[in-house]
């Protein structure tokens, strides 16, 4: 079968809720995948910072096949053997006192909620049912109905109501405004350290400081979303430690498995995630010994590999180097660590024809927000392949 006829089967049978890039994907290694067609493409997406370690890194790969041939699911109605190891060793990487583990990034998230919530009630002692949560306008923290009662995007919204109560909706980087919002029934704040489906955007310095100080100040939770800027992805193992802030709680998900299946947790304080109680949260496949081997692997790459400080290495030479291609079409070149944002002018427009023109030299890269280009690589790539991007990178801008 060729690439059109992978098309055409998913076109037929698959729901549209996805515009990929025509390009049939069947192998991958590092930084590299490969068609159907067998074309090479230089992988500048990792989805979307799931696969921080790179494609099948072989001594996660190794790990998960072990782990296959022993025990895969016992459910959390058993204890396994894997499960509280992964539980210490990323309460300690993260400086916290426990963590929940669940699957997607959206359950990671669902799970934060309802923590909050209960420490809402529990601890603040806010009246029954009247919590509140603080969000931050173009947010994106999932897929759930709850998640997307506070998305300001209407296509991820419309005909999906009606939504879920007790949200409050800000706009992101104006601390001002989360004091101003803030009232005695308000349970939390969440917030991305930086918004990456938003266009990669990058607050004000400070901004989570204050944010820290001002949930400090009222008794609210501060809760840091890092499915994205966490693990190494933003040039610190989480954005938050560029401003030395820790939150309550943390949700992490995607490269916590490097890419190899779906692992998600919160990490949080013992005064919030304490108050769980048996019965009162679960899922079937969280905490699973396949899942928890595969992310202890996962994360002793990042450390043994020091992807944080190479993503903030590379990330700043790729931004200079990009700013230097000096493209009549870019507007701004943003980013922290190696997630990266080129955001066209009005001459540039949309970034979809960019994406494919890099396609075509063997780039793959995915608009978000329209006029966003992202740039986001495994963080085990190398300079060299860096410079090979940035020669096909400066044509395709300036052309
Ligand atoms: C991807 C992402 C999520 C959702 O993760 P899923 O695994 O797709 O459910 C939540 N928050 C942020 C910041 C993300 O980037």
């Not at 022993?70 to 060793?89: C, G, I, M, V, Y």
């Not at 989480?238 to 990490?267: R, Y």
């Amino acid at each position: 079968m060729r690439t059109e006829d992978f098309i055409r089967l998913e076109e037929t049978y698959g729901a549209h809720n996805y515009h990929p890039l025509d390009v049939v994907l069947s192998e991958g290694k590092g930084v590299w995948v490969w068609d159907v067609e067998g074309n090479r493409y230089l992988d500048c997406l990792s989805a979307y910072s799931a696969l921080n370690q790179g494609h099948r890194h072989p001594r996660i790969v190794d790990v998960m096949i072990a782990q296959a041939q022993k025990l895969t699911l016992t459910s959390r109605a058993f204890r396994n053997d894997q499960l509280p190891l992964l539980e210490k060793e990323l309460c300690e990487l993260s400086g916290h006192d426990m963590m929940l583990p669940m699957n997607t990034g959206a359950e990671a998230v669902e799970t934060a909620l309802k923590a909050a919530r209960l420490w809402g009630y529990q601890v603040k002692g806010i009246p029954a049912n009247q919590a509140e949560i603080i969000v931050c306008d173009h947010n994106f923290h999932g897929r759930t109905i709850s998640i997307i009662t506070f998305s300001t995007e209407p296509l991820y919204r419309d005909g999906f109501g009606p939504f879920t109560p007790g949200f409050k909706v800000i706009p992101f980087g104006d601390a001002g405004a989360l004091e101003k919002a803030i009232t005695p029934h308000t349970a939390a704040f969440m917030v991305e350290p930086i918004q990456g489906e938003a266009g990669v955007i990058v607050p004000p310095e400070g901004y989570l400081r204050e944010v820290r100080e001002i949930c400090d100040r009222h008794t609210v939770l501060m809760i840091a979303d890092e499915i994205q800027s966490g693990l190494g992805r933003a040039g610190k193992l989480f954005a938050c430690d560029w401003e030395n802030v820790q939150p309550d709680m943390i949700t992490i998900g995607k490269a916590l498995s490097g890419g190899m299946l779906p692992v998600s947790a919160v990490v949080g304080t013992r005064e919030v995630l304490g108050l769980f109680k048996p019965g009162s949260h679960g899922s079937t496949f969280g905490g699973s010994p396949m899942a928890c081997a595969v992310a202890r692997e996962a994360l002793n790459v990042i450390v043994d590999e020091n992807l944080p400080q190479r993503a903030h290495e590379l990330g700043a030479y790729f931004v200079e180097q990009l700013w230097e291609i000096n493209s009549p079409y870019v507007k701004e070149v943003r980013g922290k660590g190696l997630l990266i944002g080129v955001e066209l002018n009005d001459e540039g427009g949309d970034a979809r024809p960019f994406c494919e023109a890099l396609r075509e030299r063997g780039i793959l890269a995915k608009e978000t927000h329209r006029n966003v280009i992202r740039f986001a690589p495994p963080l085990i790539i190398t300079q060299e392949e860096l410079d090979w991007a940035l020669v096909h990178i400066r044509e395709v801008l300036r052309s």
